[in-house]
């Protein structure tokens, strides 16, 4: 077991009693889109895990469609699914909304909209 003097938390208390998913969505919960720092690697952890090294840090929310499809279920509308790079140096899978499905394109920046369930992201402005 990892405990908390493990894990530096950059200001953050990374509550080891919580899962990692558990306090990412708090995170969420709060507004704030947050991912894992390893500091032996100099490098961003995404999705949340639990082990030594690791420290919550909070994203600008700013990225970069890396790929990007529409699915297409009987009797609903068209929806997008991308993979997004975030500028911190991870990628997350979520939609892009606010524009048609169709017109996602990869290379197109984007930025997350806070509210919701689950990270959504739009057209950068």
């Known amino acids: ?34 991912y894992q720092w390893d500091s032996a690697t100099g490098s961003a952890v995404f999705y949340p895990r639990v082990g030594e ?22 009797d609903e509308e068209p929806a997008n699914l991308a993979l997004i790079d975030l500028d911190e140096g991870f990628r997350m899978m979520s939609r892009v909304e606010g524009i048609a ?3 996602v394109a990869i290379g197109m920046r984007v930025r997350v909209r806070a509210g919701g369930e689950a990270p959504v992201f739009e057209p950068a402005a």
């Open 1 to 34: 077991m990892v405990s908390k003097t493990n894990i530096p938390s950059r200001g953050y208390d990374c509550h080891m009693d919580e899962s990692p998913a558990a306090r990412f969505a708090a995170f969420w919960n709060e507004g704030r889109l947050a």
């Open 53 to 74: 090294g690791l420290e919550w840090r909070v994203s600008g929310g700013a990225g970069t469609v890396y790929a990007t499809t529409v699915l297409r279920r009987r």
């Open 101 to 103: 499905p169709e017109a």
